[in-house]
């Protein structure tokens, strides 16, 4: 059973568990909280904030994620009280003189964990802001200051934004927790940039993943799981298809969840998993479940609640919970809610989710055939203002305005307005790379350009403020140069051009009318008896004459070019 209380005003939750006593402090901060031109601001402070306590004998870690931040220990009690203390203590004093290093670190980190598959699909649904932020690399990292860390402290680790859950006996004698005063920090509301669904974009190749927001509810579960059961045994144990089949509820925001459902192919299967995750999700959404389905899966998350319940593990969600202003639950109260789900609950949910869905799929596997409409990848409008052709290709042109820019090619054309920039990263070259809030992006490379340094210093001067992020200089050899793109049209010809030509098809004209002459001689005194020989003369006549002027203009052609 989980007890709560208070401490120096932050919320304690107690929760009894076996083996050494764990507890964490959590504060209501996350990625989707940082714009992303200070993107990784969140997890700078948390590697700051650590740095003071040293090595410990026991278990000791910070995380940052798309809602919370967490400080957590596992330890004796005294040690605990001790760790939690020192959090609270560094959190109010950070060592910046630590900063470069730390920014160092996180770069390092990053660089060690690589992408994962389904990384963009933030992206695609919520675009560069709020739950769109965690899709990108932690582009805030350089132009991050020891005052924006300190500011970004005094906002959001406070102890009415914090809560403190322990999974033990009690909670450790002469604990303090001395934080500032401060506001509860509600849940960012999520972004859409889709504006129709469903919707795919082409991904990761070997991997489909789907997506979906559906209401926070035991229901939601309840049919994340029975999706999962249904992918397995169609895709994994029937078809044979994939090896990693399978689905996931997490809850984001005030009152939403998303169920993630992913399945691995080989390259030569890739359509036909596609096709095998549909038809599940279609069986779902038709209401064609399985009583004894049902009843499996309800039983098994039952049975997890309890077992977490009483291994202390479940304390930290409700944790989270409390922070976004829902209350305490018993696992006792769950079960029941769960165990009253029923197959209309579950169709009702597969409903929403299918309304909702956003699919990845393999390049080159079109979800069109089952109805979903492809994501925007380009803009809309383009901007008014100044055109800049590209060196390499005359259908490129580079649009400046006092709105934002415009990369057009054709009736391709991507935009980002000044005031929907989510980040300028800058490079001292004079490269620029706009982002916009929607996730498009605008890539301005001065050397690719005709007057494009001018460009770019019309667009630094109309950059509004805390949107540009300068990096690290270029090699010469990461600078883009112009390429040879599409061929150019050829130039008009010259009037010694024009006069070639001419006296060329005169020729050719003069040589058909003489060969055609002969020919008719030839039908006046056979009588036309050799019809169709003189058709093929005739046939000649002009194959030869044909190729004669060819060979002409070739010839007048390279003396041009020569």
């Known amino acids: 059973m989980i007890t709560q209380s208070e401490l120096d005003g932050v919320p304690v939750l107690l929760s009894p568990a076996p083996g050494l006593m764990r507890a964490g402090l959590v504060f209501r901060v996350g990625f989707a909280d940082e714009p992303l031109a200070r993107h990784g601001i969140t997890h700078l402070l948390e590697h700051l904030a650590l740095y003071p306590l040293g090595l410990s004998d026991h278990h000791v870690n910070g995380t940052t994620g798309v809602e919370h931040t967490s400080f957590h220990m596992q330890g004796p009690p005294d040690d605990v009280a001790r760790f939690l203390a020192g959090v609270c203590a560094s959190l109010q004093d950070l060592p910046m003189h630590r900063l470069d290093v730390e920014k160092e670190l996180l770069r390092t980190e990053a660089n060690g964990r690589g992408d994962g598959a389904l990384d963009a699909m933030p992206l695609w649904r919520h675009g560069a802001r709020d739950y ?5 690399p932690e582009f805030g990292l350089p132009a991050i200051t020891a005052d924006e860390l300190r500011a970004w402290a005094a906002r959001y680790f406070t102890r009415d934004n914090a809560v403190l859950w322990i999974a033990g006996d009690r909670v450790p004698a002469g604990l303090r927790l001395p934080l500032p005063a401060g506001r509860r920090e509600p849940l960012p509301t999520p972004s859409n940039t889709l504006p129709v669904t469903p919707a795919f974009f082409r991904g990761a190749p070997g991997v489909v993943a789907w997506n979906a927001t559906v209401p926070r509810n035991p229901a939601s579960q309840v049919f994340s ?5 249904e992918m397995f045994r169609a895709l994994r144990q029937e078809a044979g298809l994939s090896y990693t089949a399978g689905s996931s509820y997490r809850e984001f925001g005030a009152d939403t969840a998303m169920v993630v459902a992913v399945a691995d192919a080989l390259p030569e299967k890739q359509e036909a998993v596609f096709g095998g995750l549909v038809d599940v999700l279609t069986t779902l959404q038709v209401g ?5 389905d049902l009843a499996i899966v309800v039983r098994q998350r039952g049975e997890t609640l309890w077992n977490a319940d009483q291994q202390g593990t479940r304390v930290a969600g409700e944790a989270a919970a409390l922070l ?13 809610e769960i165990m009253a789900v029923t197959v209309g609950d579950v169709t009702a949910v597969a409903g929403k989710a299918q309304d909702s869905g956003l699919l990845m799929t393999p390049r080159g596997v079109d979800a069109r055939w089952a109805g979903f409409q492809p994501a925007p990848d380009r803009s809309e409008k383009m901007i008014l203002g100044t055109a800049h052709a590209a060196h390499s290709d005359p259908d490129v042109h580079l649009i400046t305005g006092e709105d934002g820019v415009t990369l057009a090619d054709g009736d391709d054309h991507q935009t980002v ?4 920039c989510s980040i300028v990263q800058a490079w001292p070259d004079g490269g620029r790379l706009f982002v916009g809030h929607d996730g498009i992006m ?3 490379e001065p050397t690719l350009f005709r007057d494009g340094h001018d460009a770019v210093a019309f667009l630094d001067a109309r950059i509004p403020p805390g949107l540009r992020v300068d990096q690290p200089a270029r090699r010469p050899d990461q600078i883009p140069a112009p390429q040879s793109g599409r061929p150019r049209p050829e130039p008009p010809p010259t009037r010694a051009e024009k006069r070639e030509a001419r006296r060329i098809r005169a020729g050719y004209v003069l040589a058909v009318i003489f060969g055609l002459g002969i020919v008719s001689r030839i039908l006046r005194f056979t009588g036309n008896r050799y019809g169709e020989d003189v058709q093929f003369a005739v046939l ?7 190729v004669v002027i060819a060979g002409s203009l070739i010839r007048a052609r390279r003396r041009r070019v020569a």
């Open 132 to 136: 769109g932020v965690s899709s990108y």
């Open 225 to 229: 799981d029975l999706l999962e059961r």
């Open 288 to 292: 064609r479940i399985d009583q004894a």
């Open 324 to 336: 976004a202003g829902r209350r305490v639950r018993q696992v006792e109260d769950e079960i029941a």
């Open 417 to 420: 307005r000044f005031d929907a």
């Open 442 to 444: 605008v890539r301005v």
């Open 540 to 546: 000649i006549v002009l194959l030869v004459g044909g």
